[in-house]
């Protein structure tokens, strides 16, 4: 399995940016695809966006394309979220997951069965 651990979360102004960063540890991370979901209060857990394992290919909900970019640094065993633009619909608990099997376009349809998940990190965005 792998180790995930989100941070970058914080309070922000609606318009501004922050950069959340999930940092892995233990099994091959370069292999693994990776997603960024999120969880409103009172609300399921959504695909925000996924990357393959090598970075060539991404995807995005419809809610942050053009304003959210997701990476991942094999390097340092790191994925990212820059998110821009921030609204207060985008308020929610953010996590990041991996999982050896399941590909990047499939991980939003497949949300319940990805393997490896963070604690979450916490983004408020005010009006």
């Known amino acids: 399995q792998v180790q995930l651990v989100e941070s970058g979360g914080g309070l922000v102004q609606a318009g501004g940016s922050l950069k959340l960063s999930c940092a892995a540890s233990g099994r091959t991370f370069s292999s693994y695809a990776m997603g960024w979901f999120r969880q409103a209060p009172g609300k399921e857990r959504d695909f925000v966006a996924a990357i393959s394992w090598s970075g060539a290919r991404t995807a995005y909900a419809e809610s942050v394309k053009g304003r959210f970019t997701i990476s991942k640094d094999n390097a340092k065993n790191t994925l990212y979220l820059q998110m821009n633009s921030l609204k207060p619909e985008d308020t929610a608990v953010y996590y990041c997951?991996?999982?050896?099997?399941?590909?990047?376009?499939?991980?939003?349809?497949?949300?319940?069965?990805?393997?490896?998940w963070g604690q979450g990190t916490q983004v408020t965005v005010s009006s």
């Open positions: 997951a991996a999982d050896p099997i399941i590909g990047v376009y499939e991980m939003e349809a497949r949300l319940g069965q990805l393997r490896d």
